[in-house]
């Protein structure tokens, strides 16, 4: 058996995060973390922006079946609604087999989402260095410049 603690090296983080959250989602309901953590690929963007899974209750002693309890913006609760089989279908079409039975709507506002930052434009001119003592210092200053008015990427 391969323990985490005792291999060296790096290992990717997409690999710990089912055993992380496990504890901690198992807990309300979300044995399938994978509802929460890839809700936007199972049920597509539209959908994803005005709903979000709370927990899912299955029967007692099953896991399989369960009820998805969802909170729903307000002007998208009678979309959602109409749409319930097809989510109902595509959650289950994720997994392989029949996790979620049903759909409960809770009407609610969604957490505020930070926007991501807009990436910078790649085409933006450089910035323009003139009076120095030679043409090549004049361009590295450039460059510079323009990497300096570059927004920083997390983590570098």
């Known amino acids: 058996m391969d323990d985490a603690r005792r291999t060296p090296g790096l290992r990717p983080v997409g690999r710990m995060v089912p055993g992380l959250t496990q504890g901690v989602l198992g807990r309300y309901g979300f044995a399938v973390a994978a509802i ?3 809700w936007r690929a199972i049920v597509g963007v539209p959908l994803a ?4 899974p709370e927990r899912l209750a299955f029967p007692t002693g099953a ?4 009820t998805l309890h ?5 002007a998208w609760a009678l979309e959602v609604q109409h749409l319930a089989h097809r989510i109902v279908e595509r959650i289950n079409g994720h997994f392989g087999f029949r996790a979620v039975a049903r759909l409960t709507l809770r009407h609610g506002p969604m957490p505020r ?7 910078a434009a790649a085409d933006a001119p450089l910035p323009v260095v003139e ?5 090549d210092l004049n361009a590295a200053l450039a460059r ?3 990497a300096m008015m570059r927004p920083r990427r ?3």
């Open 49 to 52: 922006d005005h709903t979000m």
């Open 113 to 119: 989402r930070v926007p991501a930052p807009a990436p």
């Open 154 to 156: 997390a983590g570098a």
């Open 63 to 66: 896991r399989r079946e369960g």
């Open 36 to 38: 929460v953590t890839e």
């Open 131 to 135: 009076g120095g003592p030679s043409a």
């Open 144 to 146: 510079l410049g323009a």
């Open 70 to 74: 969802l909170r729903v913006e307000s």
